[in-house]
């Protein structure tokens, strides 16, 4: 056998084992996202994601106004290849300045109901949360209680905690209320809970929650996930407020209890596209829905998925059909509205 022959076959074989080598990098890749929930909320299912499928996931957290201008600033040199975020407005917001894309999957749309997603395919709802009334068990009835709207009743005059009006969550509550009853009747409503304010709003749904609680008000308005934070915490504070509110679903023989998404969509200049799209699939799929109910305390966007234990001893409730989407079409009336009501 000749030098030459013999050269050419060990170059052949190590062209061979090199490829064999790199062939399960090459074919996981990588998926960057830009994620304005915090990242103890999300990082043990992107680790799963990594193990399952073999593409590596960069991630980035920040605020939902910052990394959306970051996305608008960088263009197509973004390295971002999926956003992700808490509110359906968020995800409204981003559409609209251009930098998601539409994606279409049997999978997505099979797991995720039509109410929880973009019509378009531009994002798509992964969590659900209920934003209820949340009292106080020793001060307030059951039998008390019964709308949103009933809320602005003179009778709560001084009773009623809520977060500011720059809460998206709140823009959101109110723009589903525009959909459903107009800006005119909405306004009314929104004048009328602004009158029964125990306090200037301030702090987050868990402080609304404490300041129940504590006796500065009866009422208030938060998402089920916090009350199911509290109530699992370690911190022995936060359990002793739980357990001295309960949930009260609003709307049963009407429109509903009002809910909202948290979501993601590809964006528009993502490089490894296929890599997002099997993302968003995974966490629509059983196992990263069962994480977001028994941990975050989050209500499964799949139906097929059981709530966690906490969620369910609240019992069951009646959900808003509204289409998410409209949360974020409604948020720039919704903004006015509380401007004019004096909802600071």
């Not at 894309?101 to 997603?117: F, N, W």
């Not at 068990?137 to 009933?150: C, F, H, I, Q, W």
């Not at 998404?261 to 059983?286: C, I, Y």
Request: hydrophobic content about 40%; some cysteine; charged content about 20%.
């Amino acid at each position: 056998m000749s030098s030459l022959f013999k050269s050419r076959i060990l170059s052949a074989v190590f062209f061979l084992l090199s490829g064999l080598l790199a062939a399960p990098v090459l074919a996981g890749g990588e998926v960057n996202i830009y994620s304005a929930r915090k990242e103890d909320l999300i990082k043990p299912l992107l680790d799963d994601f990594s193990k399952q499928s073999g593409i590596a996931v960069n991630l980035v957290t920040g605020k939902e106004e910052a990394l959306l201008q970051r996305l608008q600033s960088e263009g197509a040199n973004t390295p971002a290849d999926v956003l992700l975020t808490s509110d359906a407005g968020r995800l409204s917001a981003a559409q609209k300045v251009g930098v998601l894309q539409a994606v279409k999957s049997d999978t997505l749309a099979a797991h995720i109901p039509a109410s929880y997603r973009d019509p378009a395919g531009y994002w798509y709802g992964l969590s659900v949360r209920a934003r209820p009334v949340i009292y106080a068990k020793d001060r307030v009835k059951p039998g008390d209680l019964s709308t949103y709207e009933a809320l602005a009743d003179p009778k709560w005059k001084g009773k009623v905690c809520v977060r500011s009006s720059d809460s998206v969550y709140n823009q959101s509550l109110v723009a589903g209320m525009i959909s459903h009853h107009g800006e005119a009747k909405t306004e009314a409503w929104a004048k009328g809970l602004v009158a029964n304010f125990a306090r200037p709003p301030k702090g987050g749904d868990r402080d609304q929650i404490k300041a129940v609680a504590a006796g500065e008000c009866d009422v208030t308005l938060a998402n089920t996930y916090y009350l199911g934070g509290m109530a699992d915490s370690q911190d022995e504070a936060d359990k002793q407020a739980a357990a001295q509110v309960a949930v009260f679903w609003p709307d049963a023989k009407s429109t509903g209890v009002h809910v909202n998404v948290s979501g993601a969509g590809v964006t528009a200049h993502a490089r490894n596209r296929d890599n997002a799209v099997k993302l968003l699939e995974f966490l629509a799929g059983d196992s990263a829905q069962r994480w977001y109910a028994e941990t975050n305390n989050e209500y499964p966007v799949n139906p097929a998925i059981p709530p966690s234990a906490t969620l369910k001893s609240w019992g069951e409730f009646k959900a808003d059909t509204l289409n998410v989407a409209k949360l974020g079409e409604l948020n720039a009336a919704a903004v006015r509205v509380m401007d004019r009501a004096g909802w600071k």
